[in-house]
């Protein structure tokens, strides 16, 4: 699919850019041919600044740069929804967003993150790297662990009991998947798939 610019009287369309990781929206921009294509070519969002009358790549003075990790044209041709990958907070604020939101809605998605960087970049004292150190039948057992407290926690216990178990459990599992070189993708992707209706029998 073509972006049809012509659809606007200033060659402009918006565009959406998205956290890859987290699915946040970010911002939203203008891009004209030459912004779009500056983008594609470089792997760095660059709009048309409507204010500035010039291209303007994010991060050009904040180093705060978003990387393209995906583009996605909308159905009528004339909107971009692009995923990315942020360097640091987006807003000139200094706030991760533009769009002012009470929390990371996907925290659980920054956290794999987070936990993969650990993996990457080992960190003195971090417990993820502790628990790496210890092998992967250590971090099962902590995952069993938590399990059972969870389900303690759920017949027996408080509401802040059990909501701080399951957060156990969910890091953990995180952890988990990591060490056997899965991730949250995967297992969405195979959730959907058990969701999806299954074919007609012949």
């Not at 041919?33 to 594609?40: H, L, N, S, V």
């Not at 990958?85 to 987006?90: A, E, F, I, V, Y």
């Not at 925290?107 to 971090?126: C, H, M, T, W």
């Amino acid at each position: 699919m073509q972006i049809d610019f012509s659809k606007s009287p200033d060659g402009l369309v918006p565009v959406v850019v998205q956290d890859n990781q987290t699915l946040e929206v970010l911002m939203l921009g203008y891009m004209n041919q030459e912004a779009y294509d500056k983008t594609i070519a470089e792997n760095v969002v660059t709009f048309y600044s409507r204010s500035k009358n010039r291209l303007w790549t994010k991060g050009e003075t904040s180093n705060n740069f978003l990387h393209v990790v995906s583009t996605h044209i909308d159905c009528d041709n004339d909107t971009i929804l692009i995923k990315s990958r942020p360097d640091g907070p987006t807003c000139h604020t200094g706030a991760r967003s533009c769009f002012e939101t009470a929390y990371n809605q996907n925290f659980i998605l920054k956290l794999e993150n987070i936990i993969a960087d650990r993996y990457q970049n080992p960190v003195e004292g971090s417990y993820v790297n502790k628990l790496r150190n210890k092998g992967l039948n250590k971090i099962a057992q902590k995952v069993g662990e938590e399990g059972v407290e969870t389900v303690i926690a759920a017949l027996a216990e408080t509401e802040t009991d059990l909501i701080n178990e399951a957060s156990d459990l969910v890091f953990h599992l995180l952890v988990l998947l990591r060490e056997k070189g899965l991730n949250l993708e995967t297992i969405a992707k195979n959730l959907e798939k058990r969701h999806s209706p299954s074919p007609p029998t012949p």
